[in-house]
C-alpha cells in the first residue's frame, strides 16, 4: 500500500459558505463528534487533527474562514485559498441566500488555484430542518454538476457520520491528485513489452 512518510505535508482544508451556513459547527463536529451550537468568534481558527484513511495516517489542518472574514478581506480570503489543498463549499437547504454565494466562491477558487480541479465537495447544511428548506436536493446536485464538485446533503446538528464521510470524501480526492503519475517510464516498458511479445508471437505465425 501506499506509505505517507513523517515527512508529508499536512492536507489542508478551506472551509467556506455564507454567514450561518455551519462551518464553525461543522468543523467541531469533525474534530470532537459533537454538535455545539453556539460559537461567537469572528477570527478565522485552525483546526489540527489526523485520520487514519486506508491504512495511512493522515494530518489534517483545516482552516474555519468565517463570513465576515471572507466578506471583509478578499485578500485573506485569496491567500488561504491558496494555502488549501481542498475545499469545503457550505451552504445551508434553508436559506437560498447561502446557496447563491455557492457559484461566487468556486469561481474564486478556480481563478486562483491553477489545478485542473480543486478537489471541492458541495455540502448542504441543516437538512434536518425541513420544514424551513428553501434548497432543494435536486438544486444543489444540479450545481455541484456546474461546478465540477461532488454533493453531499447533511445535518451537522443530528449525526457526526456525514460529516465524517464528507471530509473523508474531500481528503481522499486530495491525496489520489497529489499521488504521483503512475511511473511513466515503467508503463512505457510494459507496453513494449506487450507489443513485442505480439509482434515476436505473429512473427511466429507468419513464418
Ligand atoms: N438546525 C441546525 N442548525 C445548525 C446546523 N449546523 C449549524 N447550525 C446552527 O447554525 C448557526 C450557524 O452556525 P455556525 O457554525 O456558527 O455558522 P458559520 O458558517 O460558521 O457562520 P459564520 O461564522 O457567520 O461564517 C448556529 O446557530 C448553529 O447552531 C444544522 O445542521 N442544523
Not at 455545539?36 to 474555519?64: A, K, P, Q, W
Not at 447561502?98 to 488555484?113: G, H, N, S, W
Not at 503512475?182 to 512473427?203: F, G, N
Amino acid at each position: 500500500g501506499e506509505v505517507r512518510g513523517p515527512s508529508m505535508q499536512p492536507v489542508k482544508i478551506l472551509v467556506l459558505g455564507a454567514g450561518d451556513s455551519g462551518k464553525t459547527a461543522l468543523c467541531v463536529r469533525f474534530i470532537t463528534r459533537r454538535f455545539i451550537g453556539e460559537y461567537d468568534h469572528r477570527r478565522e481558527m485552525t483546526y489540527r487533527c489526523s485520520r487514519t484513511l486506508d491504512h495511512e495516517d493522515v494530518d489534517l489542518e483545516i482552516l474555519d474562514l468565517p463570513s465576515k472574514v471572507q466578506e471583509s478581506l478578499p485578500a485573506s480570503l485569496e491567500s488561504s485559498i491558496c494555502w488549501a489543498d481542498g475545499f469545503l463549499l457550505l451552504y445551508s437547504i434553508t436559506q437560498r441566500l447561502t446557496f447563491m454565494e455557492v457559484p461566487r466562491l468556486k469561481a474564486l477558487i478556480d481563478k486562483t488555484k491553477h489545478s485542473l480541479i480543486p478537489p471541492t465537495v458541495l455540502v448542504a447544511n441543516k437538512a434536518d430542518l425541513e420544514v424551513g428548506r428553501e434548497v432543494t436536493t435536486e438544486e444543489g446536485q444540479t450545481l455541484a454538476k456546474d461546478l465540477r464538485c461532488s454533493f453531499r446533503e447533511l445535518s451537522v446538528a443530528e449525526a457526526a457520520s456525514g460529516v465524517e464521510a464528507a471530509f473523508l470524501q474531500l481528503i481522499r480526492f486530495v491525496l489520489d491528485q497529489q499521488r504521483p503519475l503512475p511511473d511513466r517510464r515503467s508503463y512505457m516498458l510494459t507496453v513494449r513489452h506487450a507489443l513485442t511479445r505480439k509482434l515476436t508471437r505473429s512473427k511466429t505465425m507468419q513464418w
